[in-house]
């Protein structure tokens, strides 16, 4: 007759659930990692410049009030004489001028008239923003512009403004607007996130190929 181990049912636990720890311990690990990678993606969309006086606060067109409200808050904190507004020729479903109702928005706050300017040209890419605004920069002679664009759109701001005001005598100020929805630490937990920062991405991705093929 085989004698009976009672330790061994007691053994058999104990390895299981030194496995179960095991495999939960490196779940975590992974889920650490997985997040991190995530941020990382996140993080490296933002740009932030150093903020300093400059002549001008640039509001790039899109975005939502959000940036408006940035570069506003700006002008009132003395760090800008003037905001400019980028033309992109939008208008509303009552045929308004989406420019003008920015700009009567500005007004209201008690920016004055003569402080708003705008770019000319009709521009439809932050490309086009770009060279507009070293249009105008240069016909006012300004030294230096902040830019004021969404969080997740600084990074590719800045190097396109960068290779657009290459040779120029125009320091360029990147900035992303306080109080937005898109944060590196946060981002990846909606959809509207990832539709977001693959699409960043793809279009950061699109303007190296442009660079490259030039």
Known sequence: MTPVNPSAPKGGCLRAAGGALSLGVIVLIVLAVIETVLVGAGGLLIAADPLEKADAVAVLSGGGNVRLEEGARLYED????YIILTETGATLSD??????VLK??????GIPNGAILETEKHAQTTIEEAQAL?????????KT??????PYHTFRTRQIFKTAFQNRDIRII????????????TWYLSSRGWKTTLLEYAKL????????ND
Not at 104 to 109: Q, V
Not at 134 to 142: A, D, G, H, T
Not at 174 to 185: E, I, L, M, N, Q
Request: proline residues 2%; glycine residues 6%; charged residues 20%.
């Open 78 to 81: 003395g760090y800008a004489q």
């Open 95 to 100: 045929g308004s001028a989406y420019n003008m």
């Open 104 to 109: 009567l928005e500005l007004m209201d706050r």
């Open 134 to 142: 070293r249009k105008l920069l240069v016909e006012k002679n300004f």
């Open 145 to 150: 512009c902040i830019i004021v664009t969404d």
């Open 174 to 185: 990147v900035r992303p607007a306080r109080g937005h929805w898109y944060r590196a630490t």
């Open 205 to 212: 991705l699109n303007f190296y190929l442009q660079l490259n």
